[in-house]
């Protein structure tokens, strides 16, 4: 029998995580190097300039949108991915709450 529950790989594999985050530096660069006026006639000073702003542009978004799309794949559960959900996530659970789930909201405790 083989085992349906998907793992953190199968989420996002590392090639796709890197592929994501070279898109957005690629994107970031570009945009860069546009409003700079990088493909108009400038001053030849100007354009190694704007080149070199675009690559630490390219540079600093590749690092955060990798940073920051494997942390937010740390706080997905695998196990729960194909899990149906029958109740509104945001609201507590009412085996926690007790039977009154407006006293769980309200937090006033019932004596």
Known sequence: MTDDKPTRRDLMKPVQLLGLAFGAALFA????????GFFQQRSP???PAALQLA???????FI???????LMLLAVDPA???????????????K?????PDAAASGDPKD
């Open 29 to 36: 660069g570009i945009v860069t190097l546009v409003s700079m």
């Open 45 to 47: 000073e100007q354009a």
């Open 55 to 61: 690559l630490i542009v390219a540079g600093i978004t």
């Open 64 to 70: 955060v949108v990798l940073v920051m799309v494997a």
């Open 80 to 94: 729960q991915i194909k899990k149906q959900i029958d109740r509104p996530v945001l609201l507590p659970d009412e």
């Open 96 to 100: 926690a709450a007790g039977a009154d």
